[in-house]
Each structure stands twice: as C-alpha cells, then as structure tokens.
C-alpha cells in the first residue's frame, strides 16, 4: 500500500464502499436513492404540475397551464471526521491498513449520523446546536400545520394512516418510513386479542420493509439536539425515491497530521507517538417537496 501523505484521496473504490456502508446506517440514504454531486453543488429545477390535461377542440386556443417551476439548491456540506492513532499507521505498512479499515467503518458511520441529523433536524451533531444556513432545509423546520402528526403510542399503526392521509390530500405519494426507535417498539408491542399486528418489530428488529413500504429504525429521528423544549420527532413518512435527493463528492481528502494539537485534545501529538486521521465529506441534499412528507411528532 501506498504512503498517505497529506492531501491525498481516498481510493474511489473505497469511498464507494464507505457510502454503501453510509446507507446501512442512515435513514435517509437507506430510504432514498443518491446521485453523484458536483463539488459546486446543482441547482434542481422542481415542477408542481397543478391541474389536469386539456382536450382542445379543431380550431380551438389551448388554455393556459397551472404548472409550476421553482429551483431547488442542493449546496455540499463539509461533514469532517478525525481520530487519533498510534503513529506506528505511518511506520508499517501493514499497521497502516489495518488502521485506514478501522477509520474507514469508523467514518461511515459517524458521517451517516450525522448526515441524518443534519438533514433531518438542522442541527450540528457535534455542538448539538441549530446550523442557521440549514433553516430551509431540514425537515423540522419545513414540516408545519397539517404535515404534523401527534404522536399515541397506543395507535402507531392510526399515526402512519393519518400521516399517508395528509401527504395524500395534497397530491402527494408515499414510499417509505423513518421510525425512532421508540415508534418501533409501540408497533411491535400493537396486539389485536392478543396477537401482534407487527411481529417484524418484535424484540429490536429492523425491517427492510412493512405494508409496502421502504423503512428503517433509527436513533437518528428523535434527535432533539441541546435545545430545551424541543419537540421529538418519532416517525418521518413520505416520498424520499421523489421529493428527497441528496449526493457526495467522491473526492474525500484524507489529511496524517503528525505534529501539534489539531483536535484540541490538550496534548501534542509528537509527545505521545500519535498521529491525527482526519477526512472530510462534502454532503448535499435537497427536499424537494415538503408537502410530499409529515411528521409524527
């Protein structure tokens, strides 16, 4: 294996694998499908096609449509992942590798968390707080009014339908689930004369899919962040294969930093025979329409 040096990518085959491994532990990216995104970011145009087709009589004007186009930004996030090593990575070669899968597994998952919480909250994993540039493009913030469902442990099945129910009234389709782990054990725990309706759920399960639907249990919905009083948020439903979009740069700079106190640990580096690992990812996403999810909450 080659020297890492600073500045120096990921393999493209590894970065492909590291984002497979992205999406079997995020919500979102298991839900819904990625697209390789330009450094710079794109500019999605959305169409909402109001009303229905004309027929036009021989000789007739053709009336004026109800369709509608406004852009959507889907700008990259810098997600940035570091760890500590012992610097025998940069010494032996095969120390190295045994190093770069560790903090390979370790990056994917720490990304896919964070990518959720990002997406799904609007909030920093690391600092727990609101990301401001991110207010209008999280679904916390964008979900309101009819799109909020109230959450009974006692009829999770009744939040679902009433969730579809709302999505539907506007004119949008339903693929898939995002469940708190919470949500799940109340649908696992649902019984009818003493039947589970939901034996999929049973005893910590995570099911691909349910009742035709896409899903996936995850810690990362009823993340509140360090906000005081914030609502939890027990399932996410709606359209992701259509109206969520998100993708990465394969470029994933890897940086061995050998000296000083990078990550603010409060010792040198060189002091305890230790190097610096860090990555970063650059992460866009976009819902393109909000009307098309709601939140049980």
């Known amino acids: 294996m080659a020297t890492i040096t600073a500045g120096t990518n990921f393999p493209t085959e590894l970065v492909r694998e590291m984002f497979s491994a992205v999406s079997g532990h995020s919500a979102l990216a298991k839900l819904s499908a990625s697209k390789p995104l330009p450094f710079n970011g ?5 169409f909402t096609n109001a009303g229905e087709a004309s027929l036009v009589a021989e000789g007739a004007a053709k009336p004026a449509g ?16 570091q760890q500590r090593v012992s610097d025998e990575f940069v010494k032996n070669a095969e ?35 609101d990301i401001l540039a991110l207010a209008t493009n999280n679904f916390d913030d964008l979900l309101t009014g009819g799109s909020i469902i109230t959450y009974n442990a006692s009829t999770p099945d009744a939040n679902i339908e009433s969730a579809v129910a709302a999505i539907q009234a506007g004119g949008g389709d339903v693929s898939g689930i995002a469940m708190s782990p919470t949500f799940a054990a109340a649908m696992a725990s649902l019984k009818v004369n003493g039947v589970p309706q939901f034996p999929e759920f049973r005893f910590g399960q995570n099911p691909e899919a349910f009742s035709g639907l896409r899903s996936d249990v995850n810690s990362t919905v009823p993340y509140t962040g360090s906000a005081v009083g914030a609502p939890t948020d027990y399932a996410l439903v709606g359209d992701f294969e259509k109206a969520f979009r998100w993708g990465y740069s394969v470029n994933v700079p890897l940086e061995v930093i050998e000296y000083g106190d990078p990550d603010g640990a409060g010792h040198d580096l060189k002091q305890y025979n230790e190097v610096l690992l860090r990555a970063e990812a650059y992460i866009g996403w976009g819902i393109l329409n909000a009307a098309s999810f709601a939140v049980i909450r």
């Open 42 to 46: 794109e500019t999605v145009m959305v």
């Open 66 to 81: 109800d369709a509608a186009v406004a852009p959507v930004v889907i700008r990259p996030q810098k997600f940035v992942y």
């Open 95 to 129: 120390s190295r590798l045994n190093y770069l899968e560790a903090f390979a597994d370790g990056f994917s998952r720490v990304i896919a968390r964070g990518f959720d919480i990002a997406a799904m909250h609007g909030i920093d994993p690391a600092t727990k707080a």
